[in-house]
């Protein structure tokens, strides 16, 4: 028997109509979600509503939430000040289809705290922005092939979609000709040597990197690694692109860029920046690169980079947007997260201690990661290959029974919101060390 068995039966027991819900979704979308990550054997969970840090199952179970929407509620669920802002602006049009304010509001805004950003365009997603910014990249550099993390997650856009499940060497989907990701190379993560010698002797267009990886459990690159990215990048004509879609204004209002203090050429900016629940995604960056894009400057479309689409810059999105970016431009919620961060590790870590189990805390600000290793990992390619998983998914469902929410069943990592506290915290360290205990017992008893 696995581990997790020992809890399944109660999840059954406490979800029956998420069960019912499943088995009629099952019929009309395949495997019966929108998003594989979401899934969850015998069925995914059904949500009904969400207020602050917790959320509602359809069956009427509460859970704190450590998945926050994807990391995408900073503020946690049902934000009064930006639904306000969205209500006012569906009734002002939330599609007008014309260029607007809002968006050049929130175009300025974000320039005001992301350093490296001089100009931006929006899209509608992470992934769609990261496919625009790799055609900005190879318009610029005149370059084909682009660069890339193992591990690292920047959406499902062919050109980016590769070393991310693992094995790296395997296909991360079906349905992608080697013509296409054969134009991608995979970089080593936290491996100065490795990635730098690549960069040395490729042409690389850019590499696209997320600081703070997700499926690394958010154990974050070194400094060190991440100066030798953009030194090699320099010395080799080879653009840097950061992944903010997660770190950008949570970490500080000017993302992970401003702790490490090191600059890309451009940035990837997605879910908190269309306030938390508007899908929205952008790249922004060097003035250089970016007018590759102005129509006035490159008429004739064979020199322009395109982007474009029907929802670009809505105006519900962006308002919503530069509503949440006022909120987040001082830094005191993402200090007072940080610290919450740093209380959450700390308490993590004694739990664990406490508990016996073998697993280390990680993580950067205000995500946090857990891994069940023999030894510290460096890279999500330590995360995935070393996670003990009977462990990681015993623990999703024994969390789960226990209400509260994260993701993933193999990968466990939790983000923190405005919305949570001390207490949210303590209680989920109370829960990590019995789980602990009870693990001792099953192993005892085996
Ligand atoms: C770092 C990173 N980049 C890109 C994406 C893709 O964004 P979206 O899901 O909005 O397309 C994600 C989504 O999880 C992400 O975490």
């Known amino acids: 028997m696995a581990l997790r068995d020992k809890w399944v039966p109660r999840y059954l027991e406490l979800t029956p109509k998420s069960e019912a819900l499943y088995k009629r979704a099952r019929q009309s979308i395949p495997g019966g979600v929108n998003y594989p990550l979401r899934y969850l054997s015998p069925h995914p969970l059904y949500a009904s509503r969400a207020e602050g840090c917790y959320i509602w199952d359809v069956d009427g179970n509460r859970y704190v939430d450590y998945w926050m929407g994807h990391f995408a509620l900073i503020m946690g669920h049902s934000y009064r000040k930006v639904i306000e802002a969205a209500k006012e602006q569906l009734e002002a049009g939330a599609h007008l289809g014309l260029e607007h304010e809002w968006e050049v509001m929130l ?80 970089l080593p993560f936290n491996d100065i040597d490795g990635a730098v010698k690549i960069i040395r002797n490729r042409r690389l267009a850019a590499v696209f990197v997320e600081l703070v990886p997700s499926q690394g459990a958010f154990n974050p690159a070194d400094r060190e690694f991440v100066r030798a990215l953009r030194d090699a990048c320099d010395e080799t004509g080879t653009l840097l692109v950061f992944d903010e879609v997660i770190t950008g204004f949570r970490l500080s209002p000017g993302g992970a860029q401003e702790v490490y203090r090191i600059y890309p050429d451009l940035t990837i900016f997605g879910k908190i920046l269309g306030g938390g629940f508007m899908p929205m995604g952008a790249f922004g960056g060097r003035i250089e690169i970016m007018e590759r894009l102005d129509q006035t400057k490159y008429v004739k479309p064979s020199e322009r980079s395109f982007h474009g689409g029907t929802y670009a810059g809505n105006p519900l999105a962006a308002r919503c947007g530069y509503v949440l970016m006022r909120e987040l431009e001082s830094g005191e919620v993402q200090e007072r997260l940080n610290r919450l961060g740093e209380y959450a590790k700390r308490r993590l870590s004694e ?63 939790f983000g923190l919101s405005a919305s949570h506290a001390e207490e949210h915290i303590d209680r989920l360290a109370a829960l990590l060390e019995d789980f602990g205990r009870e693990v001792a017992k099953e192993k005892r008893r085996a």
């Open 107 to 186: 175009a300025e805004q974000i320039k005001k705290m992301v350093r490296s950003v001089e100009q931006v365009r929006f899209a509608n997603s992470g992934t769609e922005a990261n496919m625009y910014a790799v055609r900005a990249v190879r318009t610029f550099t005149g370059r084909k092939e682009v660069g890339k993390l193992e591990g690292c997650w920047h959406g499902g856009y062919d050109g980016l979609h590769k070393a991310v499940s693992y094995p790296f060497d395997a296909p991360s989907s079906a349905g992608l000709p080697e013509e296409v990701t054969g134009l991608t190379v995979t």
């Open 351 to 413: 739990a664990l201690e406490r508990s016996g189990l073998e697993a280390y805390v990680t993580g950067m600000g205000s995500l946090i990661g857990l891994q069940f290793t023999p030894r510290p990992p460096r890279s999500p390619r330590d995360t995935l290959s070393m996670m003990d998983r009977e462990l990681a998914e015993a623990l999703y469902y024994y969390m789960l029974v226990n209400g509260v929410y994260y993701v993933s069943q193999h990968v466990p990592h």
